[in-house]
C-alpha cells in the first residue's frame, strides 16, 4: 500500500505564494505518476496538476497555468507544487495523488489510486 502525505498548507494573502509538498511511500516512487487536486468549499474535487513517471511531462488546469509549477526529487521520493500569484478562488483543500500506472483520464480524479488527507490553503484578501 502506497501512502500519500501532504504539507505546507496555510494562510496566505492574496497575490503570496506557498510551495505544498507530498511524499509517497515506495521503492519505485520514480515510477508513480503523481498529481495535485483541490476541493473548494461546496465544490467537487478538480484537477490541478500532474507530473508523469516516464518523462516528467507536465500538465495543469487553464485556471493555474502560468501561476503554479509542479515538479519532482525522485531521490527524496516528494513532488512539490509552488503556487504563485495566489487568488481568494485558489482557497481550497489541497490532495496529492499518486498511481504507478499514467491514470486516464489524466485530469479526472476517479482514475489515481492513492490519495493523501489533503492540505488546507486559505488565499484572504
Known amino acids: 500500500q502506497v501512502q500519500v502525505l501532504e504539507s505546507g498548507g496555510g494562510l496566505v494573502q492574496v497575490g503570496g505564494s506557498l510551495r505544498l509538498s507530498c511524499t509517497a511511500s515506495?521503492?519505485?516512487?520514480?515510477?508513480?505518476?503523481m498529481g495535485w487536486f483541490r476541493q473548494a468549499p461546496g465544490k467537487e474535487r478538480e484537477f490541478v496538476a500532474a507530473?508523469?513517471?516516464?518523462?516528467?511531462?507536465?500538465y495543469y488546469a487553464d485556471s493555474v497555468k502560468g501561476r503554479f509549477s509542479i515538479s519532482r526529487d525522485n531521490a527524496k521520493n516528494t513532488v512539490y507544487l509552488q503556487a504563485n500569484s495566489l487568488k481568494p478562488e485558489d482557497t481550497a483543500v489541497y490532495y496529492c495523488?499518486?498511481?504507478?500506472?499514467?491514470?486516464?483520464?489524466?485530469?479526472?480524479?476517479?482514475?489515481?489510486?492513492?490519495w493523501g488527507n489533503g492540505t488546507l490553503v486559505t488565499v484572504s484578501l
Open positions: 495523488a499518486a498511481d504507478d500506472m499514467t491514470p486516464i483520464p489524466l485530469r479526472s480524479d476517479q482514475g489515481w489510486k492513492y
Open positions: 515506495g521503492r519505485t516512487f520514480r515510477n508513480y505518476a
Open positions: 507530473i508523469s513517471w516516464s518523462n516528467g511531462g507536465t
